[in-house]
């Protein structure tokens, strides 16, 4: 499995046309060290399958994610709606220099 630095980045569901139940959730970013894309290219992943913010990283199908900064917007959203892991999101408010 590859690993790919985002920054910038957020969790979304692609579509609000599904229930809430059913809608599955990717990560969208800025990447830097994969093999397909650019560095600073903006994407959008496939699923999401595990997400562990102690550890700093989420995995998709293919690739595992390294978490840089967060995006602020998502973040004021996640503050906003109180999210359960407002705590360890905040860590990622600054860049991480050790990545």
């Not at 397909?36 to 550890?55: G, K, M």
């Not at 967060?70 to 600054?94: P, T």
Request: net charge neutral; hydrophobic share 35%.
């Amino acid at each position: 499995m590859q690993e790919v630095r985002i920054e910038n980045w957020s969790i979304v569901s692609p579509s609000s046309f599904i229930m809430p139940e059913l809608q599955s959730r990717v990560l969208q970013g800025k990447v830097f060290g994969h093999p397909r894309f650019n560095d600073n290219s903006p994407v959008s992943t496939s699923t999401i399958i595990e997400i562990d913010l102690e550890a700093g990283f989420i995995i998709t199908r293919n690739t595992k994610y390294i978490l840089g900064k967060i995006d602020n917007e998502y973040l004021n959203y996640c503050i906003s709606a109180n999210y359960k892991d407002l705590q360890l999101l905040k860590k990622y408010k600054e860049v991480k220099e050790n990545v």
